[in-house]
């Protein structure tokens, strides 16, 4: 089975991402992983509606909650950094967080920076990007 491409219809500009992102706590986001990663299926991203530089010790925390809130385990791969991040609209109903990382996306894709937690893992809670093939992501917003 193959997975088909999230249709970008635009990408919002620097102050719609600004309004966007105003109630935004975080956005977790999980994707399948290369193939050849067996023991870790799944490429999480999460963006934490920042742009400065976390303390090691407090990016750990987070980290940590994260992986015991969604039951994730074996994570490898993390990356931890101030990045680049766009955003799209398609059919979904929220707009889809993208992480930048080639050069010609970061200047031609109006963007962000965001603090990212990026890496591999596996969990039971997301099936769909695990056994169909299907990224998905989901906001978590200020109370």
Do not use: C
């Not at 920076?113 to 695990?130: C, G, T």
């Amino acid at each position: 089975m193959e997975a088909k491409a999230i249709k970008t219809l635009k990408y919002l500009s620097i102050p719609e991402i600004k309004k966007h992102l105003n109630s935004v706590e975080y956005i977790i986001m999980a994707a399948p992983a290369p193939e050849h990663f067996k023991n870790t299926p799944i490429h999480f991203t999460i963006f934490l509606n920042t742009h400065e530089e976390l303390p090691r010790d407090i990016q750990e925390a987070i980290f940590n909650k994260f992986l015991n809130e969604n039951s994730i385990k074996n994570p490898a791969e993390v990356m931890s950094k101030i990045m680049p991040v766009g955003f799209s609209q398609g059919t979904q109903e929220t707009f889809m967080p993208m992480l930048l990382i080639k050069q010609e996306d970061k200047k031609d894709i109006p963007n962000v920076p965001m603090f990212v937690i990026d890496f591999l893992a596996d969990s039971e809670n997301f099936h769909e990007a695990k056994e169909k093939s299907l990224t998905g992501w989901s906001y978590s917003y200020n109370q």
